[in-house]
């Protein structure tokens, strides 16, 4: 297989064809300079015991720049949060290498560069919605040291939720805790966020309430995003590019560039270009269900 990186970042308006089989598209190897998004290289990991070992990740390449909002879309088992946990330094991969900005998961995790947001909020039940966005700063507070650190309640008033900074997880609804566990991945700014289905709890009137909400936050922070998701609407509304993967091992499938115009609201949904894009999306999803990796 081909070492060269997938591009995800490529010029806006243009389809990247899919890959065949064992193929990949060239693109921006990054390199060890500052900002320069998350390089993923060569990304294989398989689980199991010797012997019975289940491919899970099979040579994954891929760039984002820094900046950039990139959505992962994909069948069950064709490892979107296999990578985004390879890519926060919670899983080792096998074969190949990540890089944040140029440094190591190890060293980039260590400085405080990686933002995560899992499925669940994950707040800790006795501490107020304050104290568990203030969290991250007190946890190792040298890696602080040279970093703008964000007032943790400017961050949770502009996330809607200054009047409830003095509750409890458990007096919060699904989508307030959700809200305050993305404002707690905020506030210590890290270079990178990773996103795991962070809305996948909620119905769906709520999800696309806080999908518009996170998509304001981040025109104005403009963050560099990993975001794994089911839903098609979620990820051409939040993106730059979306990312199609394959199972039976994962693999990236196709990449779609969104080429609508920033900043977008709900008005979006009722585009043509939005509609296209649906389509588009649903094709290579459909596509990349039928066919089976040789």
Known sequence: ????????????????????????SAGNTGGGTANTGVQVANVSKSFGPEGAKTLVLDDVSLSIHAGEFVSVIGPSGCGKSTLLKVIAGL?????????????TVASATKGKMIGLVPQSPALLPWRTVLENVTLPITVNPKAN?????????????????????NKYPSQLSGGMQQRA????AFVFDPSVLLMDEPFSALD??????QRLGLLDFWQTNRKTVLFVTHSVPEAIMLSDRIIV??????????????????????????????????GAVRTSLQSVMEKKYV
């Open 204 to 209: 769906e009137m709520n999800r696309d309430q």
């Open 245 to 278: 993967m394959a199972a039976h091992p994962g693999r990236i499938a196709d990449v779609i560039d969104v080429d609508l115009p920033r900043p977008r609201d709900a008005d979006v949904y009722a585009t043509d270009e939005f509609r296209d894009l649906e």
């Open 91 to 103: 899983s080792d991969a096998d074969d190949g290498a990540v890089t944040i900005d140029g440094k």
């Open 1 to 24: 297989m081909s070492s060269e990186l997938l591009d995800v970042t490529g010029a806006v308006g243009n389809r990247l064809a899919a890959p065949a089989a064992g193929a990949r």
């Open 181 to 184: 566990a993305i404002a707690r």
């Open 145 to 165: 040291a040279g970093r703008t650190l964000r007032d943790p309640q400017e961050i949770l008033e502009s996330f809607g939720l200054g009047h409830a900074i």
